[in-house]
Nanobody
Framework: QVQLVESGGGLVQAGGSLRLSCKASGTDIGLRVMAWYHQAPGQSRELVASIVDFGRTHYADSAKERFTISRVDAGTLYLQISSLKPEDTGVYYC??????????????WGQGTQVTVSA
């Protein structure tokens, strides 16, 4: 059973930066797609960025300029966020698929890490 654990969230002033981490454990099988979702307060989760294997990346339009997703090995995922804005506030979740190219059908989810951006 794969477990995903996010870290790196916290309280940060607008204009600052954060690097969120997602660590996968309990897997000897490479994860196909890894992704970050953002859930603003009172809102549903929305895909922020994803990466297929170690290559193709996808970014939501709102994330393309300030967000960078990277994967350094089979079980470590990062989300670099720069120039943080209050709208970035929310819980960031790590998700992954085992075989599917569609992250919307993620097989695994982390518990999330809270990011709070002060105005």
């Amino acid at each position: 059973q794969v477990q995903l654990v996010e870290s790196g969230g916290g309280l940060v002033q607008a204009g600052g930066s954060l690097r969120l981490s997602c660590k996968a454990s309990g897997t000897d099988i490479g994860l196909r797609v890894m992704a970050w979702y953002h859930q603003a307060p009172g809102q549903s989760r929305e895909l922020v960025a994803s990466i297929v294997d170690f290559g193709r990346t996808h970014y939501a339009d709102s994330a393309k300029e300030r967000f960078t997703i990277s994967r350094v090995d089979a079980g470590t995922l990062y989300l670099q966020i720069s120039s943080l804005k209050p709208e970035d506030t929310g819980v960031y979740y790590c998700a992954a698929t085992l075989f599917s190219l569609d992250v919307n059908g993620a097989d695994y989810w982390g518990q999330g890490t809270q990011v709070t951006v002060s105005a």
